[in-house]
């Protein structure tokens, strides 16, 4: 019955994600039309390809990967998957706003839309559409490197996205330095397999290069110690009796019950 309501409820939030961007299609039709009566005309062309999943194991930082070596080349160009919103909404600059973690850990975060333009799009839309209202943050990294948060997947389990994937990486840090505060999309192997999930580091967190390290969007502005102390605090579950863990569930089972940005 769980998984069927899961389903049910992933379902729910493509097609509510899906109707809200079918409205702003429809808007951005009509100012177009606007636009060549009076003499200006634009042209976007978007791809579209397969829908992919996003999946816990293979999902974040840290996940499966090698220890840290030199950065690679960055990719040059993206290949992405499904309608990914277009990177001209995070009109070259900051928005600002909020995610407010079970009803009570307001935090207030920025989004750079000038050195992460695609991701700040993508989660500009994201929290517009009401996609992350509701969902879990199912992964805490308690280890002395590696301090982060991570939310966004439509089961709340580290499963389920919006029907896309995208890339390239954007804004990352050539020493896989993430200070604490730091907003950056969670991702599998592929460079271009980000979509809805993104991780919060509360402490300094360094992470692996050898895949090309992961998109920093923003930061949080305020807040960080009432995350720290009322979910990372409480820790990870253990994995099984008598063994313990730094990554996995938080012991603080934690929903984002509001997001805003403007």
Known sequence: MAARNDDRETRRRRRLY??????????TARRRRDDVRAGIVAVVV??????????????GPGAEQPASTAAP?????????????????AEDRVWTGSIVLNDD?????SLDGT???????????LIRS???DGTACHRLSDAPSAEFLQCGSANGDGTGDAGFTFGPLENVPSDGTYPAGTIAMARGDDPNSQSTQF?????ETTLDTSTGGYTVVGSVTAGL??????????????????????DGPPVVETTITAATIE
Not at 79 to 88: K, N
Request: aromatic letters at 6%.
């Open 105 to 109: 850990v307001p935090l207030e975060i």
């Open 46 to 59: 978007i791809t579209l390809a397969v829908v992919s999943q996003v999946v816990y194991t293979s999902s």
């Open 18 to 27: 899906e109707a809200r961007k079918s409205i702003h299609a429809g808007q």
């Open 130 to 132: 009401g996609f992350y």
């Open 115 to 125: 050195k992460a333009p695609q991701a700040t799009s993508v989660l500009v839309d």
């Open 73 to 89: 080349t960055p990719t040059p160009s993206a290949t992405s998957t499904g309608e990914v919103p277009s990177s001209d909404i």
């Open 199 to 203: 991780f919060i580091t509360y402490g």
């Open 225 to 246: 110690d009432g995350l720290t102390s009322s979910i990372a605090d409480g820790g990870v579950e253990p994995p099984a009796e008598g063994q313990e863990s730094t």
